[in-house]
């Protein structure tokens, strides 16, 4: 038998969470955020099962001149936008959009052959101090693209720190709406949780990223109350079972010892296919669908379960590591992360399975 790891993507979660988009956003069009190889998901796979999305947006101009040659011809918009003369060059030949943050991109706009054929986003900085123009700069940089042969269209866009916090959006959505309310621009402000929770966020485009791969943007609101359905399953098997005795250590640096005898299993998913080191002893887990939890350090290439309550559970037991059964927020908040971390960090030689 090959090693028995696999991540399941669930095209039709994908599709049910993109219709829970547009429900929760019937006014606005959707750019289906697919950065980071579809949040791990696999970026054609996740285009294809998103198709009828707006746009997709992305960071790397190769997988969006990927997409256009795949035949996708709704709007793909570059997040960081363009890095240099020969991107813009690709991004006139391809079409595709592009995030305008900071005044050394307003000069690459140069580089544009063509005339009145650029779509561009003015990314303002309401608040979370990362990319874009601060309000006052923004006005500058908006004459600029209004003046500036290469550009067609012009889209307004912000990006909000807090939104799935208890701080929410209301400072960072009137310094951007002060600042756009003169123009009448296409405006773009939305993630996930302001799509969820703040419909005054919604304007022409809506940018969801993880709530299309199915889990919660929000501490306290499953992804089950939101309607949304997991997109990756991670799962493997237990290749191995140990009876310990009352004092026996397990793994490196002996970070879980038995208070009294019982068995654990070995399964075959370590920090090398994705799965978080930093996962605690009791990080949740599913042996055979039932709950229990990881034991000891994760190792590069296996991790430990459990057994004590299971005693039908053995070698070939199937593990769910996360996914269906067990949302991907409970494992990443055992493990002191975000679920996003968690879909991105799964690696190549996982097999994937549709
Ligand atoms: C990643 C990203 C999103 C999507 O955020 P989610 O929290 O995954 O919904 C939206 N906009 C920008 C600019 C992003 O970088």
Redesign the pocket.
């Known amino acids: 038998m090959p090693r028995p790891i696999q991540a399941h993507i669930n095209l039709s979660a994908l599709e049910n969470n993109l219709r829970v988009a547009r429900r929760a956003a019937p006014s606005a069009r959707i750019m289906a955020?697919i950065?980071a190889d579809g949040?791990g998901h696999g970026l054609t796979r996740v285009a294809e099962a998103l198709s009828a999305a707006d746009g997709f947006?992305l960071l790397d101009i190769q997988d969006a001149v990927h997409l256009r040659e795949a035949g996708f011809n709704q709007v793909i918009l570059l997040?960081e936008g363009v890095f240099n003369a020969e991107d813009m060059a690709l991004i006139a030949q391809y079409d595709l959009a592009c995030v305008i943050h900071s005044a050394w991109q307003l000069a690459l706009l140069d580089a544009c052959p063509g005339k009145g054929t650029l779509d561009v986003w003015l990314k303002v900085n309401s608040g979370m101090n990362r990319l874009g123009f601060a309000p006052q700069q923004a006005a500058h940089a908006l004459e600029q693209l209004r003046r500036h042969r290469a550009v067609r269209g012009i889209t307004l866009?912000t990006?909000f720190a807090n939104a799935?916090e208890a701080r929410g959006i209301a400072g960072p959505l009137a310094l951007f709406d002060d600042f756009a309310a003169p123009h009448r621009i296409a405006r773009s402000l939305a993630?996930?949780?302001a799509?969820l929770r703040y419909p005054e966020t919604h304007g022409d485009w809506v940018?969801?990223?993880?709530?299309l791969y199915g889990a919660s943007?929000f501490a306290e609101v499953s992804a089950q109350q939101l309607g949304l359905q997991p997109a990756m399953t991670l799962s493997s098997r237990i290749i191995a079972v140990q009876e310990l005795r009352a004092g026996d250590e397990v793994g490196y640096g002996a970070l879980f010892r038995a208070e009294h005898a019982m068995r654990i299993g070995i399964v075959a998913c370590g920090y090398a296919d994705g799965y978080p080191r930093h996962a605690p002893n009791g990080t949740p887990a599913l042996v055979d669908g039932q709950a229990t939890q990881t034991l000891g350090r994760v190792s590069m290439d296996m991790l430990y379960v459990d057994l004590s309550r299971l005693p039908q559970a053995g070698v070939g037991s199937a593990v769910t590591l996360w996914g269906e059964g067990l949302p991907i927020e409970e494992v990443a908040r055992a493990a002191g992360t975000v679920s996003?971390e968690l879909m991105c960090a799964l690696t190549a030689r996982v097999p994937v399975v549709v």
């Not at 940018?207 to 709530?211: A, D, E, Q, S, V």
């Open positions: 955020v950065k949040y947006a997040l866009m990006h799935d993630n996930s949780a799509l940018r969801p990223g993880l709530m943007p996003y």
